[in-house]
């Protein structure tokens, strides 16, 4: 099968593409957000193939996988029936957010979790949910240091989102080392920034440092938080939204007290071996929930039944 999708959100995209199929991944002269081709930091196979969207013809492409609204307009030319994977929870006037998708009948709505489903207003739009999984991280949490990990993208412009304003409270208990796209901005005693490190690169530090940091208020379920877990990550995370599902409470702490998670904090500095504990369950629970076999598994029949409707 020829699935052509946008390399929008690499973590995700590098889970999706570990499939049996052909996936064909838009590239352009500036490597922009419209073309930026195979990935550079993850490690994608040789049946990720870089194409000219504008090129192909009606019949290159079983399946086109939509990720952003402006993409339709992009493949019209197309015939392929379209999946629109929703990443991403609902911004402005939450409980009366109407997807962009909504009632749309000319194709399906696939959330990366419950909690998205629950919250955008898709009308009449055929909706499913296929939660996420992931390849596998090489590398197991030995936790010899007594810091913090964080893992984000743009904690300066997103701020409140990404829970930036509480990291304060965390360095004072121990330093937090800052993993992401945009994080080099971010200036704050006790805090190191590693700016877009390379993935594997980025598992091996966060492996040595005593517990997962996921301080975000508003946002989808973060790849980076389930791959903390596979390592054997202790987690400390903020009670809100699908968080509470993908974290039970022998293998993390979560919390909409603030204070309740920086005593956490500094339990699991004083205490490693309870961190080792709390890792344990963690890796046991994200490999049963978020292992890459069951993802692409879903994967596989949602394409199978969209492919087959539109014959």
């Not at 517990?211 to 877990?229: D, K, P, Q, V």
Request: with cysteine.
């Amino acid at each position: 099968m020829n699935i052509l999708l946008w390399h929008v959100h690499g973590s995700w995209t590098t889970a999706f593409v570990q499939g049996k199929h052909r996936y064909l991944v838009p590239v352009n002269a500036g490597r922009d957000e419209w073309g930026r081709g195979r990935a550079r930091t993850f490690d994608w196979p040789e049946t990720v193939e870089e194409v000219d969207v504008g090129a192909l013809r009606p019949d290159d492409v079983d399946v086109v996988v939509l990720q952003r609204p402006e993409e339709l307009e992009r493949v019209a030319h197309l015939r392929a029936p379209k999946i629109y994977v929703e990443h991403n929870t609902p911004k402005g006037d939450v409980p009366h957010s109407r997807h962009p998708m909504a009632d749309r009948d000319d194709l399906v709505v696939a959330h990366v979790t419950h909690f998205n489903e629950l919250f955008w207003d898709t009308g009449s739009a055929r909706t499913t949910v296929i939660e996420h999984g992931i390849v596998e991280p090489a590398v197991r949490w030995t936790g010899e240091l007594a810091r913090f990990a964080v893992v984000t993208n743009e904690p300066v412009r997103r701020h409140r989102v990404t829970g930036t304003d509480l990291m304060p409270r965390f360095a004072a208990v121990a330093p937090l080392d800052v993993y992401g796209m945009g994080v080099a901005g971010l200036r704050m005693e006790n805090v190191t920034t590693y700016d877009d490190p390379p993935q594997a690169r980025m598992h091996e530090a966060i492996a040595q440092r005593r517990a997962y940091l996921h301080l975000c208020r508003w946002t989808s379920l973060g790849l980076s938080l389930i791959e903390a877990m596979q390592i054997g990550m202790p987690v400390l995370a903020l009670a809100t939204t699908e968080a509470v599902a993908a974290v039970p409470p022998d293998a993390g702490v979560l919390s909409t007290r603030v204070d309740t998670l920086v005593e956490a904090a500094q339990w699991l500095i004083d205490e490693p071996e309870a961190a080792r504990r709390l890792g344990e369950r963690a890796r046991q629970v994200a490999l049963a929930r978020y292992g890459l076999d069951r993802f692409l598994a879903d994967w596989d029949r949602l394409l199978e039944e969209e492919t087959c409707a539109s014959r």
